[in-house]
Every structure is written in C-alpha cells, then in structure tokens.
C-alpha cells in the first residue's frame, strides 16, 4: 500500500512520466552460472516485483559480471527498477566531491593543507586552524549542521522546515564559535565539512559546484544521466524516489530538509554510470595513481588504540578522502555507504582482487552494505 506525499523537488511533468514505459534491464552473460543463481538469490530474497527495490552491479577485473534491477522505482506509476534508474547516492556523493577537490589540488589552485580562512577571508577565527585535508579526511571538528537545525526548529516537523543548501551550511558554520576538538586531533564523521568543501570547489573554480562536477567529471566520463540535483535547476531522469515501510504501508519519503546540501550526499546515479566511474578509478581517467594516492591513505592521528575512534562496522575507523578504508576479511577495501531519508547506498571496491559490487536502494529497511559483502563472499569462498 502507498500513502502518496507531497513530491517536494519532483519532476515537472509527472503525468508523462507515468506513461513511460520501463526499459528492461539487461540481462549479464553470467546469468546461467551458478555463481550469477547464488548472487541473485541474494537480492530476490528481500525484495518483491510490487515494492521498492534496488539495483546492484557486480564487477570483476574491469568486466560486469552481473547487473540487475528489483522492484520499483516509482510506486505512483508502476515502473521498475533497472541499469538506467537513477538513486540519490546520499553520503557516497562524498567521494565525487574529494575528487573535485583533488582535481584543484592537481592543478595548482589549492593546497591540501590550505587554511579555510585563506579560503573564506571572512569566516571566523577558529576556521584558520582547519585545512582542506581536516574537511576532507573528518578530522576538522566542525559543528553537525544537522544538530544546529535541530536546535533552531525545534518543536517542528521535518515538513515545516525548509531545505538547506550548502551555501546555508557555511552560513551556519561561520555562525559558530569554535569546534568540535582541535582540528587535526580527532575523527568524527562530518557533513558541514563536505557542504563546506562543495563551496570550496565553488569558490577556487568560479563555477557552481554541481557544474563543476558535470564539467570536468561527469562528462569526461560520459555519465551522462549523473547530476548533482538541484530543484528548479536540472532534473533526474528514469528517477527512483525513496520509501520507507511504516507497519506495511510504504511511504514517500523522498525528500528532507537536508536533501538539497550537494556536496555532502546529492548526487543521483544509475549502476550503469557507476560502472563508468569504477572504471575510471581503475584506470586512473582522472588522476593519476600518484595524484589519487592521498584519497587511499588513512588518517593519522596523535591517539592510542584505546583513544581510537570506531568507523560503522565497528572496528577502528580508517578514512582517506571521501572513502573508507578498513579492509575486509584480510582483503584491501575502498568502501563508502550512504543513508537519507527514502534511500541507502553502497560502494564496496577490492581493489587488489579486481572486485567491485555497488548497491542502491530506495528504500530504508535494507542494508546494502551487509548485501554486497555477501556477495564479496562468494568471490573469497571460492579463493
């Protein structure tokens, strides 16, 4: 059952879209294996034909071994879920802006260890102890722009609340007194610092951030349906919209106050355009291997064991730029997951092994993280 909401940024012209058909998703050559069999029991487990879904795509050794789409991207017009249908990446969107960032870094308009002041003359005091390497690693302190919001709304509901950009964020930022812990000393997992670095992105180009990906990214690559979405602005076609279960009833819930920020969770892709992004982390299309090598090297801080703060699968957290980097049964791993309101994501890399599953869900009562590591495991089981 669906209780329809509201689409607060939803498509203009909802009604053609409703008469647009599904185009099938392409059945992998592995189909007939019986390692393709165990991967899709996986996912047909815990999805159905009539509710939301997801999309997921297995890579070995630069080839798609298998790709698939389960259930349904709108459940207003009844279309499926396939390679084309495009999810909000939530938090994996950070490691799109790390890389433009880098990009910057690469060609001599900013420096790892600049001071945000020198970025924002007018930010406050306590910014010239922060790096860009602080905002893009997590260790700047910066205040939850969330936990802010939650302070000036109060009492209100998430519907009452009007969307934050990140342009908001670094107003919210340069209203605060001081952070967290001293920059560089600690870990903590930071929305303001990537809303902060998309301005940064911003103001070092001279282009809107969302432009700045499209440009030297997005279109490079050819992910021609990947867009930083910004209402009234652009749009995202063959859209999925985010769900959640309330005691069987799906519910819409597909947009927040914190749904508009880009640089910290805005992107929308399809497994498709992700594939093109595998590759070019692969083959080093954008950076070089040199260049890239600070986005896989973990943080490092004046902390024991003891003091060392834990990451979300519970062991001691190891974070690059926009990618974390704990390994994974003894395998090399380049992982990120993301959750918001209607949909989870995740992108688990092996890069040693040549493995790559991504996952994209729009809905919240899944873990595609913990799904796509089953599915690692049917690769390491047969080692």
């Known amino acids: 059952m669906l209780m329809n909401l509201p689409r607060n940024g939803s498509l203009v012209g909802a009604a053609l879209l409703c008469c647009a058909l599904a185009l099938p998703l392409q059945i992998p050559s592995a189909r007939s294996s019986g390692l393709a069999r165990r991967i899709n029991a996986i996912f047909a487990a815990v999805t159905s034909k009539d509710a939301p879904g997801l999309a997921v795509v297995v890579r070995k050794d630069g080839h798609t071994v298998f790709k698939r789409g389960y259930g349904l991207r709108d459940l207003r017009c009844h279309l499926s879920i396939n390679g084309h249908t495009n999810f909000r990446l939530a938090s994996c969107t950070k490691q799109f802006t790390a890389m433009a960032v880098m990009l910057l870094v690469h060609e001599g308009k900013l420096r790892y260890d600049e001071p945000l002041t020198r970025i924002f003359p007018h930010f406050p005091s306590y910014g010239r102890k922060i790096t860009i390497r602080n905002l893009l690693n997590h260790t700047s302190g910066l205040v939850s722009y969330e936990d802010v919001m939650d302070k000036m709304y109060a009492g209100r509901s998430w519907e009452q609340i009007p969307q934050i950009h990140d342009a908001g964020v670094l107003a919210l930022m340069e209203k605060q007194k001081g952070t967290k812990f001293p920059p560089g000393t600690y870990w903590e997992y930071s929305n303001s610092g990537y809303c902060v670095l ?125 990618w974390f980097l704990n390994p994974y049964r003894g395998h090399r791993r380049m992982w990120h997951y993301g959750s918001s309101i209607g949909f989870h994501t995740a992108i688990e890399r092996f890069p040693g092994d040549g493995l790559t599953i991504i996952v994209l869900c729009n809905r919240t009562d899944l873990d595609p993280a913990a799904l796509a590591l089953k599915v690692a495991n049917l690769f390491f089981a047969r080692e």
Do not use: C
């Not at 590759?279 to 003891?306: E, G, K």
């Open 198 to 322: 998309a301005m940064v992105v911003q103001k070092v180009s001279g282009m809107p951030f969302a432009e700045f990906l499209r440009r030297r990214i997005f279109q490079p690559l050819h992910m021609t349906t990947t867009v930083a979405y910004e209402y009234g602005k652009n749009h995202v076609i063959d859209r999925a919209y985010g769900y959640t279960n309330d005691a069987g009833m799906w519910l819409e819930t597909d947009q927040s106050p914190t749904s508009a920020t880009l640089g910290d969770g805005g992107v929308y892709s399809s497994v498709d355009d992700l594939i093109k992004w595998d590759n070019a982390l692969r083959d080093h299309t954008l950076l070089s291997a040199r260049a890239f090598r600070p986005a896989i090297t973990p943080v490092s801080l004046p902390l024991t064991a003891a003091e060392w703060p834990r990451g979300p699968d519970g062991q001691p957290v190891k974070y690059g730029f926009g």
